[in-house]
């Protein structure tokens, strides 16, 4: 579904313009607008004016599996305000992110929560940078009521954008709800039964395969979910409800 944005750079400028211009009564400070899937965190959209160099870096290394910001988005329904010391889950070294972003000056931030009917979740984060820190935290701390409205009309925009652009650039019948799921369905069972505390031997012999097919598609499960073990990949998958018993 996001992926249009990236074929089509006339709607992802469109929808950048939408939401600069929301913007533009509070001076139009730094900003990223992102979108997930809950279902598969993997499939997203960002827009943002942080440095076209750290955005780069944040979608090549699938960042948004181990980015506190956006896990705490993902658990929460009301605005929240952010720094370096917000953390998650302590084995996925969610710091790193904090350690790279300082060096563009993204530290501090408050961010603003939708979630969709299409089991998306929407952030418009905004980076409150030292200078005029006071100052800026008292302005949204006066417009949150303003500033939520603006990311639920940006969310907005961005479906009917969705809409527009596969009907008159891609010429197919498209419905915004469809999605394909993170994992395999042999992924999926074996990241189940692991996470239900079976060994690789006793998950091999449930599903009819050998122990070395086990830890192959878990090997996969962690590179998918950007994880360093099976451990944190199962972790993870509870905290964003990824693991799902398909037989049930």
Do not use: C
């Amino acid at each position: 579904m996001f992926s249009i944005f990236n074929e089509n750079k006339v709607l992802t400028e469109t929808l950048r313009d939408y939401i600069e211009r929301k913007l533009e009564p509070f001076g139009l400070p730094e900003y990223a607008f992102t979108v997930f899937s809950k279902k598969d965190p993997s499939k997203g959209l960002i827009i943002s004016n942080y440095p076209p160099e750290w955005v780069e870096t944040y979608r090549e290394n699938n960042f948004q599996f181990i980015d506190p910001v956006i896990l705490t988005g993902f658990r929460r329904i009301t605005p929240f305000a952010w720094d370096e010391n917000l953390t998650l889950i302590s084995d996925l070294k969610s710091s790193k992110i904090f350690e790279l972003s300082k060096k563009y000056n993204i530290v501090n931030g408050f961010s603003f929560v939708a979630h969709d009917y299409l089991d998306n979740v929407s952030l418009l984060n905004l980076i409150i940078n030292n200078e005029g820190r006071r100052e800026n935290e008292k302005i949204i701390d006066k417009s949150k009521a303003e500033l939520q409205m603006i990311l639920l009309d940006v969310t907005e925009q961005m479906y009917n954008l969705i809409m527009s652009g596969k009907s008159n650039y891609l010429g197919e019948n498209f419905s915004p709800g469809e999605t394909k799921p993170i994992f395999t369905p042999k992924e999926n069972k074996v990241l189940y039964w692991v996470s239900r505390d079976k060994t690789y031997a006793e998950v091999a012999s449930m599903l009819g395969i050998s122990a070395r097919t086990v830890k192959f598609h878990m090997s996969n499960v962690t590179k998918k979910m950007g994880v360093r073990n099976a451990r944190s990949a199962i972790r993870l998958g509870m905290e964003l409800k990824l693991i799902i018993n398909e037989d049930h």
